[in-house]
């Protein structure tokens, strides 16, 4: 029997390990009855006080049983245009949109198909999965620290300061995913602008984009797309309450949509057309007019609630004002490892700090005391039971 095989062995996203671990010790999938699913970054996908209803069905003729177009269906690539420039006054047409099976295949695609002298330069505290995502293409990186010596805000001129390369890719998230810190405004606009033209480029993941008042989007800073190195990854995956229909987009400039779509011609093959004509419904101006109000406002609320219930529970947060996770700090010298084993027990989990560590660097990582709660699944009658468990947690460790 040969001791190698035929795939690279490839480990799992961080909060997949917990999930793993999870169900190995409370014997039940995360998400199911009975278990309070802290670790997890997905919405609500029911109707939000004052929020749009979701739609309960599409309409699929033969045509839309047909292989799909590479780039996308043109009439949801028009639609999401018409919402960036209707909502943040964007000068965009269709042939900047490029569609994709979720957010995260985009963010994958650009990185692989990054010219080999580009270097991406990313915080040191980010989304779990961009470390697998640079590992996976290969990428030149340099990290830039994003700890409590800075609050977790790298500056503009720590991204493009830093590393050895004359041609610099920013990636980050904003909201921040797990921080929930926000670039808006005057901040946002200097970062466009600083880090989109020339030798430098911006890759900016807007997930969270609905989950701050008002929704922030670097669109409404980019006067010419086309002459930028601006990338806009969106998806209807929060925002839009809709996880499971895959369906997520970039913005680019149409010469670097054209080879996103050369790309998907042979290692993507388009999206599914039923869950893009799903999208498309999502988007009707009367569904997001609403959206763009109810989103933040519920999302704001319960934030600010579990905000003062887990800081009565001697937890120090350092979370911004976007997003629905709290970034956190337990007491003492308690770590995440054993909170969580802990919480398992109880049907609950949280994402340990360590897995946002782009330095990856285990127990030895400042963040091993860090978490991300997620308020984003759970229903406000939870509320109570949920600070209940961590309150009885924290007290037997």
Not at 323 to 344: D, I, K
Request: net charge negative; glycine share 10%; with cysteine.
């Amino acid at each position: 029997m040969h001791d190698q095989g035929f795939l690279r062995k490839t480990p799992p996203m961080g909060i997949y390990e917990t999930l793993y671990a999870f169900q190995s010790s409370f014997g039940k999938y995360m998400g199911g009855d009975g278990t309070h699913p802290w670790s997890q970054g997905y919405p609500l996908t029911t109707q939000l006080p004052n929020g749009p209803k979701m739609p309960v069905s599409v309409e699929i003729g033969h045509d839309d049983l047909k292989y799909p177009k590479a780039w996308g269906q043109p009439s949801l690539r028009k639609t999401i245009a018409s919402y960036y420039n209707h909502y943040y006054g964007a000068n965009i047409d269709f042939e900047n949109v490029m569609i994709f099976a979720g957010g995260r295949p985009g963010l994958v695609a650009i990185l692989t198909l990054l010219q080999q002298d580009i270097e991406v330069q990313i915080a040191s505290t980010e989304y779990t999965p961009y470390y697998d995502m640079l590992r996976f293409a290969k990428s030149k990186y340099s990290v830039i620290e994003s700890g409590l010596s800075n609050q977790f805000y790298p500056t503009i001129s720590d991204y493009l300061e830093q590393g050895e390369a004359s041609r610099k890719l920013v990636l980050l998230s904003n909201p921040c995913n797990p921080s929930g810190i926000t670039r808006t405004d005057d901040a946002l606009n200097d970062l466009v602008q600083q880090a989109s033209y020339g030798k430098n480029g911006l890759l900016i993941d807007e997930a969270y984009e609905l989950f701050h008042s008002p929704p922030v989007s670097a669109a409404r800073f980019i006067d010419n797309i086309d002459d930028s190195n601006l990338f806009i990854a969106g998806a209807a995956t929060k925002g839009l309450q809709s996880p499971g229909i895959r369906i997520g987009w970039v913005i680019a400039s149409k010469s670097n949509i054209e080879i996103l779509g050369n790309f998907s011609s042979f290692g993507m093959g388009g999206v599914s057309r039923p869950s893009q004509i799903y999208a498309e419904k999502l988007f009707s101006r009367d569904r997001t007019d609403l959206a763009v109000r109810a989103v933040p406002d519920y999302y704001d609320s319960q934030r600010e609630r579990y905000a003062k219930g887990l800081e009565s529970l001697n937890i120090e947060l350092f979370s911004g004002d976007g997003g629905f996770y709290h970034w956190c700090r337990l007491p003492g010298t308690l770590n995440a490892q054993q909170f969580n084993e802990a919480l398992f027990k109880h049907g609950a989990a949280i994402l340990k700090g360590t897995d946002c560590d782009m330095r990856r660097m285990g127990d030895e990582s400042t963040l091993n005391q860090f978490f991300r709660f997620s308020f984003g699944p759970l229903e406000k009658d939870s509320f109570e039971s949920d600070i209940k468990i961590m309150e009885n947690v924290l007290s037997n460790l």
